[in-house]
């Protein structure tokens, strides 16, 4: 039996790059697919291309079945259309895979309102507006196990540094709300968890020094798009056993982040004084957090160095 025979998959962003290969991979494994792609630019900006009907004609060739939608997630209603595709040629929804995006590289100096807006629309309020109306479905079809949503967010987001701007925290904040989603959503039956991936895709071939990272390799290309995929197929499966997860995926490794936490406290008998603080806060050394995925290697969260999981149902909550 087929991972997700009878199940119906939206993916947003899939006309090429991650995208592609998830909607590849998850019609592999029998989900009728609605493969949404607005036809844009690495920087948001609309072309005249249709890549999505491309991925539908590669998926039926290989006997699969799957629609076109060229609906921007970053426009509310039609967001929505996104989700009506899905009822109104496969009868029911079942995975949400969350992948546009867009980036407008900027320094703060030279940012536009312009590099704002079209980052913050396609990341956070598509992901929120496509994920809304998917659970506005959801909720009036009644509970059911099974359901899944997986959101992108990235190591920019996670480990914000100097650069990352608008992208960063526009992935920051998705990583925020695939935990709350999470929490609300299980009443449903859904399970919401993200993935931060590491791969050579054409927004990283846009930034010439994120690329300079990620070079192709001769044998086993760790930077390969196709590489993320088992890892999007699994979270969206009834294999996974999470929710409210955010995952890293690099190659060969990948990691489960730690939530937010409190790294040291203190108390006092009464109100803090300025003064109080600043001796307290002294017997402190400055550091700062670098463990993330970067390419060419990987700091594991919560397995050991350099170990490779290579079944993801080994991990466990």
Same mark, same amino acid.
């Given at each position: 039996?087929?991972?997700?025979?009878?199940?119906?998959?939206?993916?947003?962003?899939?006309?090429?790059?991650?995208?592609?290969?998830?909607?590849?991979?998850?019609?592999?494994?029998?989900?009728?697919?609605?493969?949404?792609?607005?036809?844009?630019?690495?920087?948001?900006?609309?072309?005249?291309?249709?890549?999505?009907?491309?991925?539908?004609?590669?998926?039926?060739?290989?006997?699969?079945?799957?629609?076109?939608?060229?609906?921007?997630?970053?426009?509310?209603?039609?967001?929505?259309?996104?989700?009506?595709?899905?009822?109104?040629?496969?009868?029911?929804?079942?995975?949400?895979?969350?992948?546009? /995006?867009?980036?407008?590289?900027?320094?703060?100096?030279?940012?536009?309102?312009?590099?704002?807006?079209?980052?913050?629309?396609?990341?956070?309020?598509?992901?929120?507006?496509?994920?809304?109306?998917?659970?506005?479905?959801?909720?009036?079809?009644?509970?059911?196990?099974?359901?899944?949503?997986?959101?992108?967010?990235?190591?920019?987001?996670?480990?914000?540094?100097?650069?990352? /701007?608008?992208?960063?925290?526009?992935?920051?904040?998705?990583?925020?709300?695939?935990?709350?989603?999470?929490?609300?959503?299980?009443?449903?039956?859904?399970?919401?968890?993200?993935?931060?991936?590491?791969?050579?895709?054409?927004?990283?071939?846009?930034?010439?020094?994120?690329?300079?990272?990620?070079?192709?390799?001769? /044998?086993?290309?760790?930077?390969?798009?196709?590489?993320?995929?088992?890892?999007?197929?699994? !979270?969206?499966?009834? !294999?996974?056993?999470?929710?409210?997860?955010?995952?890293?995926?690099? /190659?060969?490794?990948?990691?489960?982040?730690?939530?937010?936490?409190?790294?040291?406290?203190?108390?006092?008998?009464?109100?803090?004084?300025?003064?109080?603080?600043?001796?307290?806060?002294?017997?402190?050394?400055?550091?700062?957090?670098?463990?993330?995925?970067?390419?060419?290697?990987?700091?594991?969260?919560?397995?050991?160095?350099?170990?490779?999981?290579?079944?993801?149902?080994?991990?466990?909550?």
């Amino acid at each position: 039996m087929k991972l997700f025979a009878g199940k119906v998959a939206v993916i947003t962003g899939a006309g090429s790059g991650l995208g592609r290969e998830y909607a590849l991979a998850l019609a592999e494994q029998g989900a009728s697919i609605v493969v949404n792609d607005f036809g844009a630019t690495v920087k948001g900006e609309h072309s005249q291309s249709n890549p999505a009907k491309e991925v539908v004609n590669e998926i039926i060739s290989r006997g699969g079945k799957a629609v076109a939608n060229v609906a921007s997630v970053a426009d509310w209603a039609e967001a929505e259309s996104i989700i009506d595709n899905a009822i109104s040629s496969f009868g029911r929804l079942d995975i949400v895979i969350n992948n546009a /995006g867009n980036n407008r590289p900027s320094s703060l100096v030279n940012l536009t309102e312009q590099d704002v807006d079209c980052q913050l629309d396609v990341h956070l309020k598509g992901t929120l507006a496509v994920s809304h109306f998917a659970a506005v479905h959801w909720s009036k079809v009644g509970p059911q196990q099974g359901r899944a949503i997986v959101n992108t967010t990235s190591a920019v987001g996670l480990h914000p540094t100097s650069g990352g /701007g608008v992208y960063g925290a526009a992935k920051s904040a998705i990583a925020a709300l695939t935990v709350s989603h999470a929490q609300e959503l299980a009443r449903l039956g859904v399970r919401v968890n993200a993935v931060a991936p590491c791969a050579r895709t054409r927004m990283v071939a846009d930034s010439p020094d994120v690329l300079a990272l990620m070079p192709e390799a001769q /044998g086993f290309d760790r930077h390969a798009p196709e590489h993320v995929a088992p890892l999007v197929v699994y !979270l969206s499966s009834d !294999l996974c056993r999470f929710t409210a997860r955010i995952f890293a995926i690099e /190659g060969p490794d990948v990691a489960i982040y730690q939530p937010f936490g409190v790294e040291q406290d203190w108390t006092t008998h009464n109100a803090w004084t300025v003064d109080a603080l600043a001796q307290t806060f002294s017997q402190l050394n400055e550091r700062s957090s670098t463990r993330a995925f970067f390419p060419g290697g990987v700091v594991h969260h919560n397995t050991p160095p350099g170990r490779t999981v290579k079944n993801l149902s080994e991990f466990e909550n």
